[in-house]
């Protein structure tokens, strides 16, 4: 299987994820959603539409590889161990799309919050091309493997790095995002930026957690906004979080505001349980200084478009890591 024709197939794959007479696809949603309570259907239908239109469409495709004069033309024989996370649906496909694309074989330790829709994945290149047969393989354990890209929490990163850190390797930390307001934000801005709070309950990576906004403002705009994920607030697990964070807010007498299903706090952390939006103040006329260790992308006016958070390219790669360069030079 040449670089053309790995293209051609998971251009293939894209073309199946947004088809509407395709009822296998339709019974791995449901299946899914029955696994994994936060997959709720219209955020699973997001991550397809997501993948398809910024990592399976053909132009994107061809101008990402032809970057890389380094990509193996025809397969290399070598094996990626990668360890996928499950926060969001299909979180891992980056991961797989860039190591099979690079030629190698895949050796895939699938999240246990995320088996349905990955094993779909899988199953469906294979079906595409059998070629994918002998090129991915899913095990518990990654061993005898050239190289790793492994997923986790900080806390999972020490084990990585015990495991694995003696091949090359990518190894992904906790990482958050946050938004730059400046008060002048349009209804449209904020309905926006409300999505890249919300969507996937605010559980990737790529989910505005925090917000700075100047001193003296006005979040009555924002907090409107955000009244349209208070339906979030029928999932059992959602209005678990919300009224469990409700109450320390009220025991510990902490100023809150309440949209009526999602709270907002004042807290230096970039980190927020679910359910509740950290925000920090700031002098106008004079910018946050913002450490970026944990910080995955900044939205707003001179940042990261309000509303493209969710909706990366292939060349935005998790913590800023160039992925496919990693993988066509080890």
């Given at each position: 299987m040449n670089l053309q024709a790995r293209i051609t197939a998971f251009f293939t794959l894209g073309a199946q994820f947004l088809n509407s007479e395709n009822e296998q696809l339709a019974v791995v949603k449901n299946k899914a959603y029955q696994q994994n309570a936060w997959f709720l259907p219209h955020f699973i239908n997001h991550a397809l539409a997501q993948i398809n239109q910024q990592y399976l469409a053909l132009d994107p495709l061809k101008s990402w590889?032809?970057?890389?004069?380094?990509?193996?033309?025809?397969?290399?024989?070598?094996?990626v161990g990668i360890v996928m996370a499950?926060?969001?649906?299909?979180?891992?496909f980056?991961?797989?799309?860039?190591?099979?694309?690079?030629?190698?074989?895949?050796v895939v330790k699938l999240s246990s919050k995320d088996t349905i829709l990955m094993e779909y994945v899988i199953d469906s290149l294979q079906k595409i091309d059998p070629t994918f047969k002998d090129l991915i393989l899913v095990q518990e354990?990654?061993?005898n493997c050239d190289a790793y890209i492994a997923t986790g929490s900080n806390n999972t990163s020490r084990y990585f790095e015990q495991y694995f850190g003696k091949y090359p390797h990518i190894i992904r930390k906790n990482k958050t995002s946050v938004a730059i307001l400046d008060g002048t934000e349009s209804a449209v801005e904020l309905n926006l930026l409300a999505d890249d709070m919300m969507l996937y309950f605010g559980m990737g990576c790529r989910n505005v957690t925090q917000i700075w906004v100047p001193l003296e403002y006005d979040f009555i705009p924002l907090l409107n906004a955000l009244?349209?994920?208070n339906y979030l607030g029928d999932e059992h697990k959602f209005k678990h979080n919300y009224d469990y964070q409700l109450a320390l807010l009220m025991l510990n007498r902490q100023f809150y505001m309440d949209s009526g299903g999602i709270l907002l706090s004042e807290n230096p952390s970039?980190?927020?349980?679910?359910?509740k939006i950290h925000?920090?103040?700031?002098?106008?006329?004079?910018?946050?200084?913002?450490?970026?260790?944990?910080?995955q992308c900044i939205a707003g006016k001179t940042g990261v478009p309000f509303g493209s958070p969710q909706t990366p390219s292939l060349l935005q790669y998790a913590d800023g890591v160039d992925t496919?360069?990693?993988?066509?030079n080890f």
């Open positions: 590889t032809a970057a890389y004069p380094n990509i193996a033309h025809l397969p290399t024989g070598k094996k499950g926060n969001i649906p299909l979180v891992g980056h991961d797989l799309l860039s190591t099979l694309i690079a030629g190698h074989n895949a354990q990654l061993k009244k349209k994920y970039p980190f927020a349980a679910i359910s925000y920090q103040f700031y002098t106008p006329g004079k910018p946050p200084i913002i450490d970026t260790v944990d910080v496919l360069d990693f993988l066509s």
